[in-house]
T-cell receptor, first 114, second 112 residues
Framework: GESVGLHLPTLSVQEGDNSIINCAYS??????FIWYKQESGKGPQFIID?????DKRQGQRVTVLLNKTVKHLSLQIAATQPGDSAVYFC?????????????FGKGTTLSVSS | DSGVTQTPKHLITATGQRVTLRCSPR?????VYWYQQSLDQGLQFLIQ???????AKGNILERFSAQQFPDLHSELNLSSLELGDSALYFC???????????FGQGTRLTVV
């Protein structure tokens, strides 16, 4: 079935580097996307979202880019810190005949070494 | 703290049994989502409710059911449990579909 996927299961960076986590989605009708961070033993935590009428949105140290032409989403984390180590998921708001659902990809594990 | 409360935090039960997981959404949120997360896996969407009505269904087994009550809390019922049902079960809530969803801390279910 249709689902949101991620390009890399793991990403290792040094503290202070910029991190880029990628996500490819398959449903061209999706109109809303969210990035979540999940630390071990905890629930996913909202980081930033973007609607399909935008191609870029910035938060505190994070930027989300949306390329609808190639159905690609990315999360950029500036000056990555050890506390950023976690699993990152992208999710898309997916409408189909069954209704509307927030569908997640498999996640990218970000490891930050100091 | 996301404002979404899930109980219990941990649950250990035997195969063939039935359990109920409970979720209280954030104040003002009408939409509730349920997800299953197995070891080292992503979040599998199970079902969504909005203001008491089922709105979307994912890969939810027939042995599983859910409902959302008038006070907007939701329950996920899992019956005839199998070892493979062991997982983290998350509830999330949002004001409406297509808005940011906030997750609870999950219920860790272990079937032995």
């Amino acid at each position: 079935g249709e689902s949101v996927g991620l390009h890399l299961p793991t990403l290792s960076v040094q503290e202070g580097d910029n991190s880029i986590i990628n996500c490819a989605y398959s449903n061209s009708a999706s109109d809303y996307f969210i990035w979540y961070k999940q630390e071990s033993g905890k629930g996913p935590q909202f980081i930033i979202d973007i609607r399909s009428n935008m191609d870029k949105r910035q938060g505190q140290r994070v930027t989300v880019l949306l390329n609808k032409t190639v159905k690609h989403l990315s999360l950029q984390i500036a000056a990555t810190q050890p506390g950023d180590s976690a699993v990152y998921f992208c999710a898309e708001n997916w409408d189909n005949q069954a209704g509307t659902a927030l569908i997640f990809g498999k996640g990218t594990t970000l490891s930050v070494s100091s | 703290d996301s404002g979404v409360t899930q109980t219990p935090k941990h649950l250990i039960t035997a195969t063939g049994q039935r359990v109920t997981l409970r979720c209280s959404p954030r104040s003002g949120d009408l939409s509730v989502y349920w997800y299953q997360q197995s070891l080292d896996q992503g979040l599998q969407f199970l079902i969504q409710y909005y203001n008491g009505e089922e709105r979307a269904k994912g890969n939810i087994l027939e042995r599983f059911s859910a409902q959302q009550f008038p006070d907007l809390h939701s329950e996920l019922n899992l019956s005839s449990l199998e070892l493979g049902d062991s997982a983290l079960y998350f509830c999330a809530s949002s004001v409406a579909a297509g808005t940011e969803a906030f997750f609870g801390q999950g219920t860790r279910l272990t079937v032995v």
